[in-house]
């Protein structure tokens, strides 16, 4: 019985969660913004790869920096002169729906394009809660191994992008940025997957032109 009532209350909450994206993309569609939901383990570069795009995007940006306890990834983002708010999860290890709907309080969204939401870092949280982005991008890094994606499909086969970070240092930690990318696709064949270092400038071009592309098909 206390299984079968622990599966209720999850359908239930994962219900709720689903009502309250939708209610978000509503939001982002009537205020002309964009949204991308970043996900990705602590250390896979997603607040460097957040800070480099709005260096160099050129569109009104906004950030959602979700942490568990601290405001240290929006602190990094304020310097940049753009709006973002810093959510704590505490003991949760994800977003969800309700928490970015109070953020967007915070937010001049009449005045932004886009908007970039910083997930809690880790690769299995964050799946099942949609957030109302219009794009999910999964960042991974080659030191986390290349076995990465064999081992946590999930966050894959719903990712439209996915970037594999890092590649300058893939021979040193003994990594094969290729297989990684392979693996993703097979996995999920619609996914972009692009290889990038932030260190080099690699790939980053191609992330920014990724993101233009879904936000022409908006």
Same mark, same amino acid.
């Given at each position: 019985?206390?299984?079968?009532?622990?599966?209720?209350?999850?359908?239930?909450?994962?219900?709720?969660?689903?009502?309250?994206?939708?209610?978000?993309?509503?939001?982002? %569609?009537?205020?002309?913004?964009?949204?991308?939901?970043?996900?990705?383990?602590?250390?896979?570069?997603?607040?460097?790869?957040?800070?480099?795009?709005?260096?160099?995007?050129?569109?009104?940006?906004?950030?959602?920096?979700?942490?568990?306890?601290?405001?240290?990834?929006?602190?990094?983002?304020?310097?940049?002169?753009?709006?973002?708010?810093?959510?704590?999860?505490?003991?949760?290890?994800?977003?969800?729906?309700?928490?970015?709907?109070?953020?967007?309080?915070?937010?001049?969204? %009449?005045?932004?394009?886009?908007?970039?939401?910083?997930?809690?870092?880790?690769?299995?949280?964050?799946?099942?809660?949609?957030?109302?982005?219009?794009?999910?991008?999964?960042?991974?890094?080659?030191?986390?191994?290349?076995?990465?994606?064999?081992?946590?499909?999930?966050?894959?086969? %719903?990712?439209?992008?996915?970037?594999?970070?890092?590649?300058?240092?893939?021979?040193?930690?003994?990594?094969?940025?290729?297989?990684?990318?392979?693996?993703?696709?097979?996995?999920?064949?619609?996914?972009?997957?692009?290889?990038?270092?932030?260190?080099?400038?690699?790939?980053? %071009?191609?992330?920014?032109?990724?993101?233009?592309?879904?936000?022409?098909?908006?």
């Amino acid at each position: 019985m206390h299984k079968i009532a622990e599966v209720e209350i999850q359908h239930d909450i994962m219900v709720a969660n689903k009502k309250l994206a939708k209610r978000n993309q509503k939001i982002f %569609d009537k205020a002309g913004v964009f949204a991308v939901d970043f996900l990705g383990a602590i250390g896979s570069g997603k607040t460097s790869l957040i800070e480099a795009l709005i260096e160099k995007m050129d569109y009104k940006i906004g950030v959602i920096a979700g942490d568990v306890i601290s405001r240290f990834d929006a602190g990094r983002i304020e310097k940049h002169d753009v709006p973002v708010v810093g959510l704590n999860t505490g003991k949760e290890c994800h977003l969800d729906a309700h928490l970015v709907e109070h953020a967007l309080h915070d937010l001049p969204l %009449d005045d932004m394009e886009l908007l970039f939401i910083e997930n809690v870092g880790n690769l299995i949280c964050p799946v099942d809660f949609d957030l109302g982005s219009h794009i999910r991008m999964v960042v991974i890094s080659v030191s986390e191994g290349d076995d990465t994606a064999e081992k946590h499909p999930l966050i894959f086969k %719903d990712a439209d992008i996915v970037v594999i970070n890092k590649v300058d240092i893939a021979e040193a930690v003994g990594a094969d940025e290729n297989k990684m990318a392979n693996d993703v696709l097979e996995l999920n064949p619609d996914a972009i997957v692009i290889k990038s270092s932030l260190k080099t400038g690699e790939g980053l %071009d191609e992330i920014i032109q990724s993101i233009q592309k879904f936000m022409d098909e908006a």
